[in-house]
């Protein structure tokens, strides 16, 4: 058996395959974009059939010739996202709708009017919300007649991302990993399957959906034609999952926020089964034989996204690094404040009907100043989730930092100073690969524990200490509370 790791990070905007050695050390990295789909505002979508067919490519010209030297894969993936295909074709019967994708919001509200929000959120640790998958599903067999057809025919196949993946690398396999099944509404945070009640309340047949395993162990095997080999997947995990167990935060209270299309802060939670009273979610953080360790989290739908849309769509800059630059180039935002709510509010607001704001603009405001507040904008949503996780019992005394945008020198060091704590930011990024990394040398036995892996996988990091006062800290914090009523 070889040594090294393969990676399968599907995530919103790209897929990639990344080869990483038992030491940590990333070898290979091969990406491709995924389409991004906006048939109507509000809705998002991917095409199967493309997030396969890259990810695929990617696979195959990371391993090379090298497919003996792979001991093991290991898939991450972009959440919530929902995929429907036929189990006897292989084939997607319609597009996936996107875990950003709001038009399950009128299901959603029509739930909650119902009275089943309390219930919802007690077992499953999820609040009522489009973001999640069950409603997707649902919407789905409604109003799509090849779905509809399919279920009717008992050919019907739903899953998340990494389930899709796995149902074509091993030619039929079935399954979806404890991280990524908990995010659908349909799973019991101390249920081992898809849980026959929740299925009746959202409308899902239960035949429909994978079997719930492990996220890391023997869990499947490719078929040989793919890769010259029958190389086994021994890691399935959902993305911030993945990110969490990359930053090395599996000791009860340690907390990851990575900064990425949006923004998601775990704290581990160990063998406690988490109860929010702020609007936070409780998730599976990871699974192995059958044992749980559990995650409190906080999601803010947009944040990487918001540069992407300052740059896109405004043409205000010509690239993300750039910000940066014009943050440093002003002494503040010149009072401009922006409540980036371009797909409605996260954790802890949970309004998902809310709409972006650019507030305190003036004859003064320029590119400098908007792109400022953008990043600012990082460390008031932030600031949100840890008021809410203090609140829960569950405070911060450090945060530790990835993704994309965490990249950013001068975002790093203003959530040090907003939040008045020492933020960590690993010198590798892209933990979130490297979780589902060690997750697969766990499961492949190259390591004993995810402790051990991290230990030996896990690189060097730069921390930024707050240097901000408590008057400017609440001076901004005021106008952002002001800015959000807007919006």
């Known amino acids: 058996m070889g040594e090294t790791i393969l990676v399968l990070d599907e995530g919103t905007t790209s897929t990639r395959a990344m080869v990483f050695a038992p030491d940590g050390t990333m070898q290979r990295v091969v990406q491709a974009e995924i389409t991004q789909h906006y048939p109507r505002p509000g809705w998002v979508e991917h095409d199967a059939a493309e997030i396969w067919e890259k990810t695929l490519a990617c696979a195959r010209e990371a391993i090379g010739e090298d497919a003996a030297a792979i001991a093991a894969i290991g898939i991450t993936n972009q959440r919530e996202t929902v995929v429907a295909w036929d189990k006897t074709t292989g084939e997607p019967l319609t597009r996936a709708i996107v875990w950003q994708d709001r038009r399950t919001s009128a299901f959603c509200a029509a739930l909650k009017d119902a009275g089943h929000e309390a219930e919802i959120q007690k077992r ?24 509809r057809s399919a279920a009717k025919a008992g050919t019907l196949a739903f899953g998340t991302v990494e389930s899709w993946l796995v149902f074509k690398l091993t030619g039929g396999a079935h399954l979806s990993d404890a991280s990524n099944a908990s995010r659908t509404q349909l799973l019991a ?19 429909a959906l994978p079997q719930v395993t492990d996220t890391h162990g023997e869990l499947a095997a490719c078929d040989a034609s793919w890769f010259g080999r029958a190389i086994p997947i021994c890691g399935l995990v959902g993305d911030q999952q993945s990110a969490t167990i990359g930053q090395g935060c599996l000791s009860f209270g340690e907390t990851k926020a990575t900064y990425g299309t949006g923004a998601f802060v775990l704290t581990n939670k160990g063998a406690d089964i988490p109860r929010s009273e702020h609007r936070l979610l409780g998730t599976v953080l990871n699974q192995r034989d059958g044992k749980r ?40 935002s010149g009072e401009v404040v922006i409540v980036p709510a371009l797909s409605g509010l996260g954790a802890p607001h949970w309004q998902p009907e809310a709409r972006g704001v650019i507030a305190g603009l003036s004859f003064a405001s320029g590119r400098a100043q908007i792109a400022r507040a953008a ?5 008031h949503q932030t600031h949100d989730l840890a008021e809410a996780f203090a609140a829960d019992g569950a405070p911060w005394t450090a945060l530790r930092i990835d993704g994309g945008m965490s990249a950013n020198d001068w975002m790093a060091q203003d959530l040090a100073d907003m939040l008045d704590i020492a933020v960590e ?63």
């Open 375 to 379: 990043l600012e904008a990082m460390a």
């Open 189 to 207: 945070l101390d249920g081992a399957q898809f849980d026959p009640g929740l299925c009746d309340l959202m409308g899902v047949p239960l035949a």
């Open 124 to 147: 499953t640790g999820l609040l009522l919300d489009p973001y999640f998958s069950g409603t997707k599903m649902r919407w789905l067999l409604d109003n799509d007649e090849a779905v």
């Open 293 to 332: 360790t559990y995650a409190l989290e906080g999601s803010v739908f947009v944040a990487g996204s918001l540069v992407k849309w300052l740059r896109d769509t405004l043409g205000l800059i010509e690239s993300s690094a750039q910000t940066e630059e014009l943050a440093r180039s002003v002494a503040d």
């Open 425 to 487: 930011r690993p010198d590798f990024v892209e933990t979130t690969a490297l979780g589902a990394a060690l997750c697969a040398a766990v499961g492949a036995g190259l390591y004993a524990t995810l402790e051990e892996a991290a230990k030996a996988m896990r690189g060097p990091a730069q921390s930024f200490a707050p240097s901000s006062t408590e008057a400017v800290r609440q001076e901004r914090l005021a106008r952002w509370r002001k800015a959000l009523t807007a919006a």
